[in-house]
């Protein structure tokens, strides 16, 4: 989208890559663990930087370019791309919950995706089985009364999607980074709502992109980071 900042964000096009870490973020935990790795790419989901206007050390983007740089380490990002391509976000996503006739949630480019369980599920099993699926630690939902059959999903924010989900015949949209004003809709319209968390719905491309970087490139170490996980906890 035009908004985004995609692709070789940090680091020497010519440089040699032996090693890759794959992460959603690249956050200053995990630049230490591509260096202590000895990995010259980091390869992540979310932009590393926006609209920078300098590099230094008395900001957060400007501190952690300068420890890439400093350690000789690359940084390819792909953020909307990877939201819409067959096999992205979406997809890895839809698979992670187990829909089958998995297809777009509106013609494509589309960021979301719609999809069927194998047989229709009480609301609250379907809840604990996501939340396992997903490895979160929490989640926030509106029940509708509805079993859950048709879902939607929506990998990162995604409340806007609720009336598309609706009128592609879903009983349940999962995504994250949902407004009050949303929840309150959902009741009104009589749809269930997930809000697996932003980091949860879209880390399951990184094994993804993981698998994929491996299989391109057999000569490459290519490893998922075992470091960045779930930032938000829920206190219960």
Do not use: W
């Not at 985004?4 to 663990?33: F, H, Q």
């Not at 690359?74 to 839809?94: E, F, K, Q, R």
């Not at 992670?96 to 047989?119: F, K, T």
């Amino acid at each position: 989208m035009d908004f985004d900042n995609v692709g070789l964000l940090a680091g020497d096009s010519r440089g040699i890559v032996t090693r890759v870490l794959v992460a959603l973020d690249i956050t200053s935990e995990v630049i230490r663990e591509a260096a202590e790795l000895g990995a010259q790419l980091i390869v992540s989901h979310h932009p590393l930087l926006f609209s920078a206007k300098s590099v230094t050390d008395g900001t957060i983007v400007g501190s952690k370019l300068l420890a890439l740089l400093s350690d000789g380490i690359s940084a390819i990002c792909m953020h909307t791309n990877l939201d819409a391509a067959a096999g992205g976000v979406n997809d890895a996503l839809a698979a992670a919950l187990g829909l089958r006739n998995i297809a777009p949630i509106e013609p494509p480019p589309a960021y979301g995706r719609v999809g069927e369980l194998a047989a229709p599920t009480e609301l609250g099993g379907f809840l604990a089985f996501l939340k396992g699926a997903l490895k979160s630690n929490g989640l926030r939902y509106h029940d509708a009364g509805r079993a859950v059959s048709r879902v939607a999903v929506v990998g990162g924010s995604g409340g806007d999607y609720l009336q598309k989900a609706l009128d592609a015949g879903c009983d349940t949209l999962v995504t994250s980074d949902i407004k009050y004003d949303v929840f309150l809709d959902a009741r009104e319209l009589g749809i269930n709502l997930i809000d697996a968390d932003h980091f949860c719905t879209e880390n399951t491309v990184v094994p993804v992109l993981r698998d994929r970087l491996a299989a391109a490139f057999p000569g490459v170490e290519c490893s998922v980071s075992g470091r960045h996980g779930q930032t938000a906890r829920f206190f219960v």
